[in-house]
């Protein structure tokens, strides 16, 4: 596929536009609130769309489409239980979020808990962050480059890395917002170009339906390895959706940066029904890259660069190309501005230096994004040795997101839970979690998520009855925002839900 000169001007001048728009939305951030949560001022389109674009990265082009050519339909699971968890997020944890006014999702639980509990999950986010969901951002990025353009993988990554670095350490959060708005409609289109093209190339879309029925099901055996209906509807899915749309800092903060409740609902609201046809513009030209070109494919991530690389005509290269590279840096560059976030309000600030100013916060975040940009550069090849990206993601993340959802759960809707179950819940999951890998390596990943959910469960209710808290935990109003929800919010969350359920009757 020749990459021509109209093709390198397209790619170059969306990279312009990207960035001129986010630098220019985000002049003039001199405090943390413009700088970490732009100003609380976010309307609900636009974090919608923040939202989407943060998500939907080279770990769904790549990762999502190579398992999707590797187990089929079933995998969008992920997905249509997050429009699901989505629903959830909008109307029980955001509502109390932004009433304790906080900036970061372990700053909750110092609210709640102590601020050792906060320090604990901060560092914990952190490090997973950077060596996990950075990392393969990267990883997956330069490989599809790599398949694509012969770039080498290295230099592609630190290309990636710099770029999506440089515009977050000047714009903060603002910026990121921006650019995602652009580059989650160029993934978007892009993702239903190349769907087009697909079903074109195997004879429209009845031919497909009829010719891929083995891997067009959603429900896959109890016992299957990978996703088994058991823990998709009733089991350990349900712990890395509502770890990552609720307490996941880099979503998150679009939601915590909203101007009122009712606007950062409607975001989320539009998220979730934009989730809902993600499957068919990712995980169906994964299936059908394998169907055209299976010889081409080594390993399933291969599927989707493969795909493109042999169906893009001349002139749509450089659109693809920056839609491809849209999507990595949207979601680089909010883990970015999330993990400087973190550090700078739960590490610096809290335990460093409780007393620097405004500038001085968003200096630090600055200086931790360009740390941040490195590390994960000089990491993200160690990736290639974990098989599947998107699995790899998803395991290891397994490690603290069953605590972490236990403990905020608990302290949710458990007001005499004590501060030091909370903190010892969170350290606990990590080898409850790696026991249960090394004993049981050929059981599914999500049970293993959802029995380390069940025993940090106890171990905070055991806490909870032998030594309660004195006085029952309430949450007190800090927050100066507009704390009315959403008009028609049940309706809405009620339709996309209702939608989750016909999908899966169909594709039954």
């Not at 708005?181 to 429209?204: E, Y």
């Not at 989730?275 to 990712?282: A, E």
Request: aromatic share 12%; glycine share 8%.
């Amino acid at each position: 596929m020749a990459f021509g000169t109209l093709d390198l001007l397209t790619f170059l001048g969306f990279i312009a536009l990207v960035i001129g728009v986010s630098l220019f939305a985000s002049r003039r951030e001199e405090t943390s609130s413009d700088y970490f949560l732009a100003g609380r001022t976010l309307p609900w389109w636009l974090i919608g769309f923040s939202l989407i674009a943060s998500n939907i990265s080279t770990e769904h082009f790549i990762g999502m489409a190579g398992r999707g050519a590797d187990i089929g339909l079933a995998i969008a699971s992920y997905e249509w239980m997050a429009a699901v968890t989505l629903v959830i997020v909008g109307t029980v944890f955001l509502p109390r979020f932004l009433r304790a006014g906080i900036y970061t999702i372990p700053q909750y639980l110092e609210v709640r808990y102590s601020s050792t509990t906060r320090t604990i999950m901060a560092v914990f986010m952190l490090v997973a962050y950077v060596f996990v969901a950075m990392a393969t951002v990267l990883y997956a990025g330069a490989l599809a480059i790599e398949q694509i353009f012969a770039i080498d993988r290295t230099l592609a990554i630190w290309l990636i890395g710099l770029l999506a670095g440089a515009y977050t350490i000047y714009g903060g959060l603002k910026a990121v917002v921006w650019s995602d708005l652009l580059q989650g409609v160029a993934l978007l289109l892009g993702g239903i170009l190349i769907t087009v093209l697909g079903l074109r190339q195997v004879g429209g879309l009845g031919t497909f339906l009829a010719s891929q029925q083995d891997k067009l099901h959603t429900v896959l055996p109890w016992n299957h390895p990978e996703m088994p209906w058991l823990a998709v509807f009733v089991g350990g899915l349900w712990i890395p959706n509502l770890f990552y749309w609720g307490l996941n800092q880099f979503i998150t903060q679009r939601t915590l940066a909203a101007k009122s409740l009712a606007e950062g609902q409607r975001g989320i609201y539009l998220a979730a029904a934009i989730k809902l046809v993600i499957p068919f513009i990712i995980i169906f030209p994964g299936i059908m890259a394998v169907e055209l070109y299976g010889e081409q494919i080594a390993v399933p991530d291969q599927a989707y660069p493969v795909l493109m690389r042999e169906l893009l005509p001349a002139g749509l290269t450089g659109i693809m190309f920056a839609a491809l590279f849209g999507a990595v840096m949207s979601s680089l560059d909010s883990m970015l501005n999330s993990a400087a976030t973190i550090f700078t309000i739960d590490v610096y600030q809290r335990h460093v230096n409780a007393a620097a100013d405004q500038r001085r916060l968003v200096r630090v975040g600055r200086i931790a994004t360009a740390v941040l940009v490195v590390v994960g550069c000089l990491w993200a090849p160690i990736v290639a040795r974990a098989g599947s990206i998107f699995e790899y993601i998803q395991m290891f993340w397994g490690f603290i997101s069953p605590a972490i959802v236990a403990v905020f759960l608990f302290g949710l809707y458990s007001p005499r839970t004590p501060a030091h179950a909370a903190s010892g819940a969170l350290v606990l999951g990590i080898p409850v979690y790696g026991l249960l890998l090394w004993l049981l390596p050929n059981v599914a990943f999500l049970h293993h998520m959802m029995i380390t959910f069940l025993v940090v469960c106890a171990s905070l209710a055991l806490n909870t009855k032998l030594a309660p808290r004195p006085t029952p935990f309430v949450l007190e109003l800090a927050s100066g925002l507009n704390l009315e929800p959403a008009r028609h919010g049940r309706w809405f969350g009620g339709a996309v839900v209702a939608t989750v359920v016909a999908l899966y009757i169909v594709f039954f």
